[in-house]
């Protein structure tokens, strides 16, 4: 009997000891995260991708990984730290992430394949499309203009002059404020550390050596089609932060108005030279009041197009170190182009990753599908009273990747 009684009470403390055991026992699940990734995309190039995650709770913190990439053969590289991840390839091929999440001392960690195809069709390289001209009054804003012309009449002399080139003729912006918007057949994919477009404008040949009356410089923006409704909306630019950003003596928030004078104002005729002193009446937020003359010829400087006879533009100012080209003439001047990130400037090839919101921070955008251009200067200047031939002139860009794609198919032929 006390042998029974033995092996009972023996069994029993197996029994609570396996009990607690189990109980005691973490939970592999406990510190897991569970996250929901589709397994294959498939996109052709030059397309943004939007790989969608599970979200895992607002303290999460997320890293997507490329583990192979069929292009260069770098692995391991992190091309993400949100939720989504925006994708574009250039290259054909098959591309696998790793997508890590962490939140306190939860982890989870989940894969995907992106089988990228060509496109079937090349693309432009170049400008195809146009959304906006919106000149400045200036010397030469009427240049493109015929009589009976309307806007949309005179945007598309403007695009014939632009596209699908890189030699295209030199449009004028008119004064500070003027702009154009342009945009392409694909989007230009933001490639790390390196250019991504290039931006044609004037002869800016030799910046080292005084030239006189050069074209001035325009500030760049961009846009992603992050909506894909294949126009550019206002909440989609972003602005190129170029060399002279920074400087003291560039003005932000400097306005401009210019109002056309009245079919039956009175004008002022008092010199040889110029018919019109007080042709177009200009005021900025830096206290300065003048006029735009007009010279014999009675040429327009206001857009012939528009209906309203005032118009006002805000924006960065740049000084590009205006000077006479000789002592006591004003009407041939030097200046000195910016560096980089600017129409006009000595370097030509803009970087996506140089584009900032309006607060300054980075944009981060996979890719951009439109660019706008603007002048960004505004001096009186004797005579002239404008930047004449150096305001600032747009003859297109051009996607640097898509030229070295297509030139290596063609080596390769």
């Given at each position: 009997m006390k042998k029974n009684v033995t092996h009972f009470l023996l069994a029993a403390f197996l029994f609570a000891f396996v009990g607690c055991s189990s109980d005691d026992k973490p939970d592999e699940n406990a510190n897991k995260i569970e996250i929901t990734l589709q397994e294959k995309y498939e996109t052709p190039t030059f397309t943004v991708l939007d790989i969608n995650a599970s979200d895992a709770g607002a303290t999460a913190k997320y890293e997507w990984i490329m583990t192979k990439n069929p292009v260069d053969q770098v692995t391991d590289s992190i091309v993400g730290n949100t939720k989504d991840l925006r994708f574009i390839a250039i290259y054909a091929g098959s591309y696998e992430f790793i997508l890590n999440v962490t939140s306190g001392d939860k982890k989870g960690t989940k894969s995907t394949i992106v089988n990228v195809v060509n496109e079937t069709a090349n693309y432009n390289a170049y400008v195809t499309r146009i959304f906006d001209f919106d000149p400045a009054p200036g010397m030469f804003a009427n240049d493109l203009f015929k009589d009976g012309n309307s806007k949309e009449d005179v945007m598309k002399t403007v695009l014939g002059r632009i596209d699908k080139t890189s030699v295209g003729y030199a449009v004028d912006l008119g004064g500070f404020g003027g702009s154009i918007v342009v945009g392409f057949d694909h989007t230009i994919v933001n490639v790390a550390g390196a250019s991504d477009f290039r931006v044609y404008g004037g002869d800016i040949s030799n910046p080292t050596v005084p030239k006189a009356n050069p074209p001035a410089p325009g500030i760049i923006f961009v846009a992603y089609d992050k909506n894909k409704n294949g126009k550019p909306d206002e909440d989609e630019w972003y602005e190129i932060i170029g060399s002279?950003?920074?400087?003291?003596?560039?003005?932000?928030?400097?306005?401009?108005?210019?109002?056309?004078?009245?079919?039956?104002?009175?004008?002022?005729?008092?010199?040889?030279?110029?018919?019109?002193?007080?042709?177009?009446?200009?005021?900025?937020?830096?206290?300065?009041?003048?006029?735009?003359?007009?010279?014999?010829?009675?040429?327009?400087?206001?857009?012939?197009?528009?209906?309203?006879?005032?118009?006002?533009?805000?924006?960065?100012?740049?000084?590009?170190?205006?000077?006479?080209?000789?002592?006591?003439?004003?009407?041939?001047?030097?200046?000195?182009?910016?560096?980089?990130?600017?129409?006009?400037?000595?370097?030509?090839?803009?970087?996506?990753?140089?584009?900032?919101?309006?607060?300054?921070?980075?944009?981060?955008?996979?890719?951009?599908?439109?660019?706008?251009?603007?002048?960004?200067?505004?001096?009186?200047?004797?005579?002239?009273?404008?930047?004449?031939?150096?305001?600032?002139?747009?003859?297109?860009?051009?996607?640097?990747?898509?030229?070295?794609?297509?030139?290596?198919?063609?080596?390769?032929?």
């Open positions: 002279q950003h920074t400087k003291s003596n560039t003005v932000k928030n400097f306005k401009i108005t210019y109002r056309k004078k009245g079919a039956n104002e009175p004008l002022v005729t008092s010199s040889a030279l110029f018919l019109d002193y007080e042709h177009v009446y200009c005021e900025n937020n830096q206290e300065e009041k003048y006029y735009l003359a007009r010279p014999k010829a009675k040429k327009e400087f206001y857009p012939l197009w528009k209906t309203q006879t005032e118009v006002s533009y805000e924006g960065t100012k740049l000084d590009v170190d205006f000077e006479t080209a000789r002592p006591g003439q004003t009407t041939l001047w030097n200046s000195k182009s910016p560096e980089w990130g600017y129409v006009n400037a000595v370097n030509p090839d803009i970087d996506i990753d140089w584009a900032v919101d309006k607060n300054g921070n980075k944009a981060n955008l996979p890719g951009i599908d439109f660019i706008k251009v603007v002048n960004c200067v505004s001096e009186p200047m004797g005579l002239c009273q404008q930047q004449s031939s150096m305001a600032t002139v747009f003859s297109g860009a051009g996607d640097l990747h898509i030229l070295k794609k297509y030139n290596l198919k063609q080596a390769k032929n």
